[in-house]
């Protein structure tokens, strides 16, 4: 499985931006997908994703600002982010779980400047 990101950018406090993933080679049966983030000095964080039966995982800060959603006919997972903040700055990783194993597509960094 191959991932690639686009989106991302810089915006300005109250902001929002869109980033979407498109998966491709052997995308049979991909579990879910979705989106980390990493901060300058900090770990890497799960944000949202949804499986492929369309059940979702937000994580707490970005509830109700960020929504995400899938095309499965288009492999293709949007991260629509709205009313973002400094905390938001970081570097987007897209992600794919097909069981057993875990995909990563190349960060793009989201800065929101306030």
């Known amino acids: 499985v191959q991932l690639q990101a686009s989106g991302g950018g810089l915006v300005q406090a109250g902001g929002s931006l869109r980033l979407s993933c498109a998966a491709s080679?052997?995308?049979?049966?991909?579990?879910?997908m979705g989106w980390y983030r990493q901060a300058p000095g900090k770990q890497r964080d799960r944000v949202a994703d949804?499986?492929?039966?369309?059940?979702?995982y937000y994580a707490d800060s970005v509830k109700g600002r960020f929504t995400i959603s899938r095309d499965n006919a288009k492999n293709t997972v949007v991260l629509q982010m709205n009313s973002l903040n400094a905390d938001d700055t970081a570097v987007y990783y897209c992600?794919?779980?097909?069981?057993?194993?875990?995909?990563w597509g190349p960060g793009t960094q989201v800065t929101v400047s306030s």
């Open positions: 992600n794919a779980l097909q069981l057993p194993r875990t995909y």
């Open positions: 080679g052997s995308i049979f049966s991909i579990n879910r």
């Open positions: 949804i499986t492929s039966g369309g059940i979702t």
